[in-house]
């Protein structure tokens, strides 16, 4: 079993940053990559950028390349979305899950952590 929780959202102005932390715990082994999404009222969950373990291999939507950046701890626990230059449409729930060996998608949620962008 393995264990999402994210925190670092809040309320920030438009060109504002915040850093998101997506915790990770149990059977961490087991992850092959963790990646990050986003929910704003009345919309999809869209895809926001990714890690897989293998390789250190990163990716970004094209909405938010340039102004997010992933990185993680030395022990691969927990995983930040440093998210620059916000502008209001950044605001949404931001979701991140973990991908187990060998899966195809991501079986492992956090709750889901506020970011609002102030215009």
């Known amino acids: 079993q393995v264990l999402v929780g994210e925190s670092g959202g809040g309320l920030v102005q438009t060109g504002g940053s915040l850093r998101l932390s997506c915790g990770t715990s149990?059977?961490?082994?087991?992850?092959?990559?963790v990646g990050w999404f986003r929910q704003a009222p009345g919309k999809e969950r869209e895809f926001v950028a990714s890690?897989?373990?293998?390789?250190?291999?990163?990716n970004y939507s094209d909405l938010t390349k340039g102004r997010f950046r992933i990185s993680w701890n030395a022990v691969k626990t927990t995983v930040y979305l440093q998210m620059n230059n916000l502008n209001p449409e950044d605001t949404a729930t931001y979701f991140c899950a973990a991908r187990g060996l060998g899966a195809n998608d991501y079986a492992y949620w956090g709750q889901g952590t506020q970011v609002t962008v102030s215009s």
């Open positions: 890690v897989y373990w293998h390789g250190s291999r990163t």
């Open positions: 149990g059977r961490t082994d087991r992850i092959a990559g």
